[in-house]
C-alpha cells in the first residue's frame, strides 16, 4: 500500500530561523551554521520544511519512539494556536503534524518548535524515518526485551552517518519488542523482530514487509482473543528463494547486540545497490534477490549474514493486540497502567493537547506517547489514578473503548486539506461513524495515494466524487498490495453504511 504525501508545495524551511537541535531532548537549540545545506526537494513535510496544502502549511514533526514531553507537547500546541490553524494530527508513523500554517509564520513557528527541543540535528535528519516501535515498549508485559536503547542508537546512526541522508524519507524500520501493542500490520523496508529461541532472545529481521503472523492467530489477534500456536524454528540451509507476498519474508537471526551493525550493513547495501530514483527496499528486490542483498551486507559485518529461518515457520509467538491502545492496561511495572485515547480522526485542537499535557504531569510521568493508530498513551499511570484519567480522557472526547466507532475508522485529508481529494473524506467519516457496523473497521481515501493507510484496511471508501465512494473489500490473508475487490460503486456514505452491514453480516453467518 502506497505511504505517499500529499500533494503539497514547499513553503520552508527559513533559513532566517537557522535552527537544529539534538533530536527531541528539551534542552535549548544550537543554531545552524550559515554553511548549512538547504534542503532537499522533497513532497513530504519535515519540521523545517513545511509545505502548503489546501489549508495552509504542514509542519511535521518527528517524536523519536513517537514520545513528547508534557513541555514539548504545550509548545506544539502554543505555537498551532499562534502560527497556524490550531489543528495537530497525529500521524500513522506515530509523529505529529501541525496543519494550517499561516503564510508568512514559517519561522516563527520553526523556531518555537525547535526551542522546544523537537528539532532534527541537522537539516538531512529532518528527512530522516523515525524507527517504529511500540508505543508500548519497555512497559508491555509480553515483551521479550525494551527495544527503547536500540532504537535511540538507530536514530542517532541515521543522523550522524552522512550517507544515511540519501535515504528517502519514505524508507521505513520496524523494531519489533514482541509486545502485545504492537503495529506490526505495516510494510516496512527493514523489519526486526524478537523471538524467543532456547539460549535467549533474538532478532529475526526481514526486508519490505511485516514480521509474520499464522493465519490462525491474525485472526484470533484481530478478535482480541486467543494466541499463536507455534514458535520459531531454524534451519541451517538457504531456502530457495521465494516469491513472498510478504516482501523476503524471514531471512536469518541474529543477536539483539548485532542489531545496530546488522541495519547499518543492510541500509549501505541498500545505498551501494540502489538507483537514484530507486526508493524503497521492495523496488531493489525486483532487481536483487534477498540472499544477494545478504550476501553484499556480509562485508560490513563481523558476523555471519546467512540465511537461517525458513519463512514457512518462523511468525510472531505474541498476538498484537491493536486494541491495547485504548483504555487502561497493567504494565510490566507492578501497579503502573498505560491508559489511552483516540480522538476522531486523529485529530487534536491546542486546548486538548494543553490538557493531555497537564493529565500526563498530575497522573503520569509527565510524556504522551503518540501511537501508529493516530492515538494517544499516557505511561506510568498508577492504580489509583486511573479513573480520574480515563474521566478526563473521556471529558476530552476521547474514545477510550474499541466499540466506538470512531477508533475503528480512519480518514486522509480529505478536500478540505488536500487538492486531490474528491471528497470531504474527515467530515464523512464523522457520519459514517453514526453507523458503522460493530467491529468493522474502515479507511476513506480521497484519491487512490492513500495516505492516511500505511496498512491494507479491510474495507476501503474510495472518493469517486463529493459523498459518493467505492467501496473496496480486502481480504485479510490477501499479501497483494491495493485496496482489494471493488464490491459497490458510487455509494452515498448511508448506502455505504447499509453495504457494510450486509457483508458484516455474510461474513458472521459464512
Ligand atoms: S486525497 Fe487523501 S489520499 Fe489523496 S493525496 Fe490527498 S490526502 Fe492523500
Redesign the pocket.
Known amino acids: 500500500m502506497p505511504q ?4 503539497h508545495r514547499m513553503l520552508g524551511p527559513s533559513r532566517d530561523a537557522k535552527p537544529v537541535s539534538v533530536l527531541n531532548q528539551a534542552t535549548p537549540s544550537p543554531v545552524l551554521s550559515d554553511a548549512a545545506p538547504t534542503p532537499r526537494p522533497s513532497a513530504c513535510p519535515g519540521l523545517l520544511r513545511i509545505v502548503a496544502a489546501r489549508d495552509g502549511g504542514i509542519c511535521r514533526i518527528k517524536l523519536p519512539g513517537g514520545e513528547l514531553s508534557a513541555a514539548q507537547a504545550r509548545a506544539i500546541a502554543e505555537a498551532s494556536a499562534r502560527h497556524a490553524a490550531g489543528v495537530i494530527e497525529l500521524t500513522n508513523r506515530a509523529n505529529v503534524q501541525v496543519r494550517g500554517v499561516k503564510r508568512g509564520e514559517e519561522a516563527v513557528l520553526i523556531a518555537a518548535l525547535v526551542g522546544a527541543g523537537l528539532g532534527p540535528t541537522s537539516i538531512a535528519a529532518d528527512d530522516v524515518r523515525n524507527v517504529m516501535i511500540s508505543p508500548a515498549a519497555g512497559r508491555d508485559p509480553s515483551a521479550l526485551l525494551d527495544t527503547r536503547p536500540l532504537c535511540a542508537a538507530l536514530l542517532a546512526m541515521l543522523q550522524s552517518e552522512a550517507r544515511f541522508a540519501a535515504l528517502s524519507p519514505k524508507f521505513a524500520l520496524l523494531l519489533d519488542g514482541g509486545e502485545r501493542l504492537a503495529r506490526v500490520d505495516h510494510p516496512h523496508d527493514v523489519w526486526l523482530a524478537a523471538s524467543r529461541e532456547t539460549d535467549g532472545v533474538r532478532f529475526v529481521f526481514g526486508l519490505a514487509g511485516c514480521p509474520p503472523a499464522s493465519a490462525s492467530a491474525s485472526a484470533a489477534a484481530n478478535a482480541s482473543a486467543a494466541a499463536f500456536s507455534g514458535s520459531p524454528t531454524q534451519s541451517d540451509h538457504i531456502t530457495t528463494e521465494q516469491s513472498h507476498a510478504n516482501g523476503t519474508g524471514p531471512l536469518a537471526a541474529i543477536l539483539p547486540s548485532q542489531a545496530s551493525a546488522l541495519v547499518r550493513a543492510l541500509l549501505l547495501t541498500f545505498l551501494d545497490l540502489a538507483a537514484a530514483d530507486t526508493t524503497r527496499m521492495r523496488h531493489l528486490l525486483t532487481l536483487h534477490s534477498a540472499h544477494a542483498l545478504l550476501h553484499h551486507a556480509q562485508q560490513y559485518v563481523d558476523f555471519p549474514l546467512t540465511r537461517n529461518v525458513s519463512p514457512a515457520d518462523w511468525h510472531r509467538s505474541t498476538p498484537a493486540d491493536a486494541g491495547l491502545r485504548l483504555g487502561a492496561h497493567a504494565q510490566r511495572q507492578p501497579g503502573t497502567w498505560h491508559v489511552g485515547g483516540q480522538p476522531a480522526s486523529g485529530r487534536l485542537d491546542a486546548d486538548t493537547l494543553h490538557a493531555l499535557a497537564a493529565l500526563s504531569q498530575q497522573h503520569g510521568d509527565g510524556t504522551l506517547r503518540v501511537t501508529p493508530w493516530q492515538s494517544v498513551l499516557l505511561p506510568d499511570i498508577a492504580t489509583h489514578a486511573v479513573p480520574p484519567v480515563l474521566s478526563g480522557l473521556n471529558a476530552l472526547d476521547l474514545a477510550c473503548d474499541p466499540a466506538q466507532a470512531i477508533t475503528r475508522l480512519i480518514a ?4 478540505s ?6 471528497a470531504d ?1 474527515k467530515t464523512d467519516a464523522l457520519r459514517l461513524a453514526r453507523r458503522l457496523p460493530a467491529g468493522v473497521e474502515a479507511h476513506l ?8 493507510a500505511a496498512h491494507c484496511a479491510p474495507y476501503t471508501l474510495l ?1 469517486a466524487a463529493p459523498g459518493l465512494y467505492d467501496l473496496y473489500r480486502r481480504d485479510r490473508h490477501d499479501g497483494r498490495p491495493g485496496f482489494g475487490e471493488c464490491v459497490a460503486r458510487q455509494l452515498t456514505i448511508d448506502q455505504a453504511a447499509d453495504m457494510l452491514d450486509r457483508l458484516a453480516r455474510s461474513n458472521t453467518n459464512a
Open positions: 505517499p504525501c500529499p500533494p486522509c485529508a480529505g478536500s486539506g488536500c487538492a486531490k481529494s474528491l473524506t481515501s480521497g484519491c487512490p495515494r492513500s495516505c492516511a472518493a
